[in-house]
């Protein structure tokens, strides 16, 4: 299972999520009956960068991706050994029992009518329902200086004996100056 689109990339709580994208048969069987499933982690939105990377990490189901959104499930036509097919899934953000603001563990499966797990994949939904108090992100952009030397490699002695550096000519000051 590969996601090709989650959408949209906020989600308010009037709204639906689409999902889109391709399961692949990689098996030498056909498969029939298969349907692509959604499940919100059990634990509710993530509170941590490494909670993060441990859901998208895992490789398996377990219990703590949480169950299937039974109610929103797309049926997955007949699959011919090694053969590959587009899916599109939309689920009522009301119908994903969300609990606030954050980022939501995503775990898209594809999966037999008996339940049983043929193939997923792992994302984030990202929740910011109207009114939630967003905090300004503090950052600092820091552009790296690359040029050609300017200093020369000789000192200058002053008449209280510190030591200047000695400069090729005036270019960095006007590189750095008003314009440059």
Do not use: C, K
Not at 108 to 125: E, S
Not at 134 to 150: A, G, K, Q, S
Request: proline share 6%.
């Amino acid at each position: 299972v590969a996601l090709r689109s989650l959408s949209p990339a906020v989600i308010r709580h009037d709204g639906e999520v689409r999902i889109s994208g391709t399961v692949t048969n990689t098996s030498g069987r056909r498969v029939t009956g298969a349907h692509i499933g959604v499940a919100l982690s059990a634990a509710g939105a993530a509170d941590t960068r490494g909670a993060l990377a441990v859901h998208a990490g895992r490789t398996v189901l377990t219990r703590a991706d949480g169950t299937e959104i039974t109610a929103h499930t797309a049926r997955l036509a007949r699959l011919d050994a090694h053969a590959g097919r587009r899916f599109d899934l939309t689920v009522p953000v009301s119908g994903l029992g969300l609990e606030g603001a954050g980022a939501y563990p995503l775990t898209v499966t594809a999966a037999r009518p008996d339940g049983r797990v043929l193939g997923l994949t792992r994302g984030q939904l990202p929740v910011y329902p109207d009114g939630t108090a967003l905090e300004r992100l503090r950052t600092t952009v820091l552009w790296p200086v690359t040029d050609v030397p300017h200093m020369e490699a000789l000192t200058r002695r002053t008449g209280d004996d510190s030591v200047l550096p000695v400069f090729r000519d005036d270019a960095l000051t006007a590189a750095f100056g008003p314009g440059g």
